[in-house]
């Protein structure tokens, strides 16, 4: 991480819980209090601060819950760089040159995670344009229930016939 970390870039790590990895995060905080945030407490208003502000969201955990991070960075323009598990499948949209809203993180050591986090972070230094329509591409997509909603609507009235 601090080959990261000398880039031109900061970070934000918004990890609940207690955790192992928790006073390495605190460490890099003090090695970098200008680069480097770690966040281990709840904060509503916080949280969507930081969507809103943020270019790339980086979700490599696989728990449900980063689903509703997915969701939330795309449709604040953030894009998320995510590893690919049976849920976050149902609502992940790969970029694919033209269409899609989120990048993938290829494998599953820390090294691919690494070389992702790389790949994304050329694609916003060397292609604004690709990066902008990507985060476009996210703040277009409906995440809301109003479609599914009507898809359920349709079936029951199908049903009831």
């Known amino acids: 991480i601090d080959k990261l970390l000398d880039k031109n870039l900061q970070f934000i790590v918004y990890a609940l819980g207690k955790s192992e990895i928790n006073p390495k995060l605190e460490q890099l905080q003090a090695k970098y209090p200008e680069k480097f945030k770690f966040v281990n407490t709840h ?21 449900k819950v980063d689903c509703l991070n997915i969701m939330y960075a795309a449709t604040y323009g953030t894009v998320p760089l995510v590893r690919v598990t049976d ?11 033209e269409d899609g809203f989120a990048l993938k993180i290829e494998g599953d050591t820390d090294k691919d995670l690494f070389s992702s986090i790389e790949d994304a972070l050329k694609l916003f230094d060397e292609n604004k344009e690709d990066f902008e329509l990507i985060q476009k591409n996210g703040t277009y997509e409906e995440f809301g229930w109003a479609e599914n909603a009507q898809k359920y609507e349709d079936i029951y009235k199908k049903l009831l016939k």
Request: hydrophobic share 40%; aromatic share 16%.
């Open 87 to 97: 849920t976050v499948d149902e609502i992940f949209e790969e970029w694919d040159g």
């Open 43 to 63: 904060d509503e208003y916080f949280y969507h601060k930081m969507m809103a502000g943020a270019d790339l969201l980086i979700s490599s955990s696989q728990q």
